[in-house]
C-alpha cells in the first residue's frame, strides 16, 4: 500500500532513505535547513522544502500531522533532533524513526516516544555482514527485529522465466515482491503477478529476516 513519508534532514542517511523511498514508488515530502541540499534533492522527492524543523509552526504549516511516517535524519545536532522527534509525535505521527549519534541519544529518544531508533553505523554493519555471507544479498536493511528489506540477485535457473505468481514468493516464503530490478536497470515498482522474472533480475522484497534467508538458501540449491 502506498504511504506518504517525510524526512527531516537531508544528510548522507537522511538523503539514502529518500532515493530509496522514491525508487519504491512512495511520495516524500524532504526537508532541510540548508537550501543547498534541497536543491540537490528538488527533482529526487515528491516535495523538497527549505524550513526550520526546531520552528513547531513550520512543521504545522507543512502538515506533518498528516503523514503516516515520519524519519527525524538530522546529523550532529542531538538537541535538535530529540526537540523534534519529540513535537511530531505530541502532533500525532503514528510512525516516527529517529536517528541516532550514541546509546545514550537512542535512548532519550525512546524515552520521549520514536517508534523506532536506528544507529547508522551498527545497522550498516548488519548490511555489510549479510553480503559478506551471501552472494544473492547484494542490499539488507533491518526494519525492527523480525523484518528486513533485501534486495537478492536471482541467480537459480529454476526461477528465470517465471511469473511471480507462478513463484508465488508469499504462499513459498512469507514474502513480499515490492520492485524488480532489471539487469538494464530499469526498475519495477509493485510488480503484477503477471511480471516475469528474468535471468540478471534483482528481487527487492520485504518480510520476516529469516524468510529472506530461507530464500537465500534456496536461490543456491
Given at each position: 500500500?502506498?504511504?506518504?513519508y517525510?524526512?527531516?534532514?537531508?544528510?548522507r542517511?537522511?538523503?539514502?532513505?529518500?532515493?530509496?523511498?522514491v525508487?519504491?514508488?512512495?511520495?516524500?515530502?524532504?526537508?532541510?535547513?540548508?537550501?543547498?541540499?534541497?536543491?540537490?534533492?528538488?527533482?529526487?522527492?515528491?516535495?523538497?522544502?527549505?524550513g526550520?524543523?526546531?520552528?513547531e509552526?513550520?512543521?504545522?504549516?507543512?502538515?506533518?500531522?498528516?503523514?503516516?511516517?515520519?524519519?527525524?535524519?538530522?546529523?550532529?545536532?542531538?538537541q535538535?533532533s530529540?526537540?523534534?522527534?519529540?513535537?511530531?509525535?505530541e502532533?500525532?505521527?503514528?510512525?516516527?524513526?529517529?536517528?541516532?549519534?550514541?546509546?545514550?541519544?537512542?535512548?532519550?529518544l525512546?524515552?520521549?516516544?520514536?517508534?523506532?531508533?536506528?544507529?547508522?553505523?551498527?545497522?550498516?554493519?548488519?548490511?555489510?555482514?549479510h553480503?559478506l555471507?551471501?552472494?544473492?544479498?547484494?542490499?539488507?536493511?533491518?526494519?525492527?527485529?523480525?523484518?528486513?528489506?533485501?534486495?537478492?540477485?536471482?541467480?537459480?535457473?529454476?526461477?528465470?522465466?517465471?511469473?511471480l505468481?507462478e513463484?508465488?514468493?508469499?504462499q513459498?516464503?512469507?514474502?513480499?515482491?515490492?520492485?524488480?530490478?532489471?539487469?538494464?536497470g530499469?526498475?519495477?515498482?509493485?510488480?503484477?503477478?503477471?511480471?516475469?522474472?528474468?535471468?540478471?533480475?534483482?528481487?527487492?522484497?520485504?518480510?520476516?529476516?529469516?524468510?529472506?534467508?530461507?530464500?537465500?538458501?534456496?536461490?543456491?540449491d
Amino acid at each position: 500500500m502506498r504511504q506518504n513519508y517525510a524526512i527531516i534532514g537531508l544528510g548522507r542517511f537522511g538523503g539514502s532513505i529518500c532515493r530509496t523511498l522514491v525508487e519504491s514508488g512512495q511520495e516524500v515530502l524532504a526537508i532541510d535547513s540548508s537550501e543547498d541540499r534541497v536543491n540537490e534533492y528538488m527533482n529526487i522527492a515528491t516535495h523538497a522544502v527549505v524550513g526550520n524543523a526546531q520552528d513547531e509552526m513550520t512543521l504545522r504549516s507543512l502538515g506533518i500531522r498528516n503523514f503516516d511516517h515520519v524519519i527525524v535524519a538530522i546529523g550532529e545536532d542531538i538537541q535538535a533532533s530529540i526537540l523534534v522527534t519529540l513535537m511530531v509525535k505530541e502532533m500525532g505521527v503514528p510512525n516516527v524513526v529517529a536517528k541516532a549519534q550514541n546509546e545514550y541519544h537512542a535512548r532519550v529518544l525512546e524515552k520521549i516516544g520514536a517508534d523506532r531508533v536506528v544507529h547508522p553505523e551498527r545497522d550498516m554493519g548488519v548490511r555489510i555482514a549479510h553480503n559478506l555471507v551471501s552472494k544473492n544479498i547484494l542490499d539488507f536493511v533491518e526494519l525492527s527485529d523480525e523484518f528486513s528489506l533485501a534486495e537478492i540477485r536471482v541467480a537459480n535457473p529454476r526461477f528465470f522465466n517465471k511469473s511471480l505468481l507462478e513463484l508465488n514468493f508469499r504462499q513459498k516464503f512469507g514474502l513480499t515482491v515490492v520492485a524488480i530490478r532489471r539487469g538494464d536497470g530499469k526498475v519495477v515498482v509493485s510488480p503484477a503477478a503477471s511480471e516475469i522474472v528474468r535471468e540478471n533480475d534483482n528481487l527487492l522484497v520485504i518480510g520476516s529476516t529469516d524468510e529472506v534467508d530461507l530464500l537465500d538458501e534456496k536461490l543456491n540449491d
